[in-house]
């Protein structure tokens, strides 16, 4: 027997294609000046407030501004083009790229597979994430193992800044964090290491309690994920207005 | 308050079919299935359609609205303009048997090949026990009423018929994850929903749990724990040498 024979490719009359236009679009403006900032190589140290920027945190060559390395340059001054950053941009990529939430938005919205529900995708074969490349995507666990510590480092920075007073900055860097951690501890895979994985609830009490919290905020992830993307780059942009010394920082103690 | 509403209905069969047009009496408070009804009983007395409890409960009136697969007797009329035309079709990724109803037998036979709940061997019926907690996550799996929105809706299957016999499709899947978080399955879940469900095939889009009526949150909850699962038995060393470590099975 075969299918009913309709020939549209769907019959949807809402704007379906919005969202995977939208998503698009913030993806690409987004990884637009991601690109930028990484590859400017320069203003991302207020040496008067000790705020840097988490984009480019830890800042480990030698190239870096001494001051900004708080765990010392173990790194030698990179080749060319290449910045800081382009020694832990790819753990952040990584686990942006491989989590759960972004693969929905990336596989609709730019792969279109498919681009809406309902609607036909335009590719002649599918093998979703059983063949390499892929099949790396199950690797997001390593990604949040090594997100989770340069969660720590942004974590460290920050509480440093608080150091010299209070400014506009250090709030900034606060909600960046938070909103670091929030997205960091909402990941499918922390839901699964926290507890996901057991059978038996009832004879861990304690890991059933974590997996019940990060549950809840797994239900915000795509949230989260958009919320905790944006505000890197505010927080980058911050920065970066203020090291430039195109604005000054907002001061409520020293 | 009633109006004339615009219809277009798929008709036909294996052999050929295609959109009619009909313009039917929509009253306030109805339903699309009411409207196919009534379709029926003045105009159209062959019209195939598959119904049964008119209450989101039996999984019988699945078909595609406007595009978007849905239950015909869940969806309000009043969700649409009274000037819009309604199109009416049957689900896409099974075969068409008449008009609205198709052959969904595609899902029995991926039914069957997921192996039933295996309780201990030194257990016997009516010793069952276990806390409430730890059923937690099954329970929600079992609110499925099998109208097979999500096998429709798949792109998986739904853009690639030749995807139907590697890949079970989010129904069977969530039916293994079920198993595979009950407390006293004994089976081996985790390499079957790998190799013999084609859980890879799976890109957690989410229009499984977009359409579901029930509200499952089939990706999150079943399907991304599976991957996960798989991923700590194929993809994780440090899992594996945690097991070795300390002898788990």
């Known amino acids: 027997m075969a299918r009913a024979q309709i020939a549209a490719r769907t019959l949807r009359t809402d704007r379906w294609w919005l969202p995977p236009l939208t998503t698009f679009a913030g993806l690409l403006l987004i990884s637009i000046y991601a690109a930028f900032r990484t590859f400017q190589g320069d203003f991302y140290w207020v040496d008067q407030y000790h705020y840097l920027t988490p984009m480019y945190s830890p800042c480990l060559s030698e190239e870096c501004v001494p001051a900004a390395s708080h765990f010392g340059q173990p790194l030698p001054a990179l080749p060319g083009f290449l910045t800081p950053p382009v020694v832990i941009i790819p753990f952040l990529l990584g686990f942006r790229i491989t989590c759960y939430y972004y693969r929905k938005a990336y596989y609709r919205a730019a792969w279109a597979s498919p681009p809406a529900c309902a609607v036909a995708e335009p590719h002649a074969k599918y093998t979703g994430e059983t063949r390499f490349p892929l099949i790396a995507q199950n690797l997001h666990r390593y990604f949040f193992y090594a997100a989770s510590i340069l969660l720590c480092v942004n974590i460290y920075d920050t509480v440093l800044a608080f150091g010299t007073g209070l400014g506009l900055g250090n709030l900034i860097l606060l909600v960046n964090v938070s909103l670091l951690a929030a997205y960091t501890l909402s990941c499918h895979s922390c839901r699964h290491i926290a507890g996901g994985r057991l059978k038996h609830f009832s004879k861990h009490p304690v890991r059933y309690w974590m997996w019940t919290q990060v549950s809840k905020l797994n239900n915000r992830h795509m949230q989260l994920a958009w919320a905790s993307l944006i505000f890197v780059c505010l927080t980058d942009l911050y920065v970066a207005l203020v090291a430039s010394e195109t604005i000054s920082d907002l001061r409520f103690i020293n | ?249």
């Open chain 2, 1 to 249: 308050m009633s109006y004339q509403g615009k219809f277009r209905v798929w008709r036909g069969d294996d052999s050929g079919g295609g959109l009619e047009d009909f313009t039917v009496e929509v009253n306030e408070g109805e339903v699309v299935l009411d409207i196919i009804h009534r379709l029926q009983a003045t105009q159209a007395p062959d019209l195939a359609v598959r119904w049964n409890c008119k209450a989101g409960k039996c999984g019988s009136c699945s078909a595609e609205v406007n595009g978007r697969p849905r239950l015909l007797c869940m969806t309000r009329m009043s969700i649409f303009e009274e000037a819009e035309t309604i199109t009416v079709t049957p689900m896409r990724t099974f075969p068409i048997i008449r008009d609205l109803v198709t052959d969904v037998s595609f899902n029995y036979t991926k039914a069957r090949e997921v192996p039933s709940f295996q309780p201990p061997k030194d257990l016997a019926p009516g010793e069952y026990r276990m806390q409430q907690v730890d059923v937690e996550r099954s329970q929600e799996f079992r609110k499925c009423i099998e109208c097979f929105l999500c096998q429709n809706t798949c792109h998986v299957v739904r853009d690639h018929e030749e995807n139907k016999e590697a890949f079970s499709g989010p129904r069977f899947l969530m039916r293994v994850a079920e198993l595979e978080m009950h407390p006293l399955d004994t089976a081996d879940r985790v390499d079957q929903a790998q190799d013999d469900h084609g859980l890879g095939y799976c890109n957690i889009t989410k229009c499984c749990s977009e359409v579901c009526p029930e509200h499952i949150h089939i990706t999150d909850n079943a399907l991304i724990p599976m991957k996960e699962r798989v991923a700590d038995r194929k993809y994780d060393p440090i899992v594996w040498l945690g097991n070795k470590l300390f002898r788990r099975s």
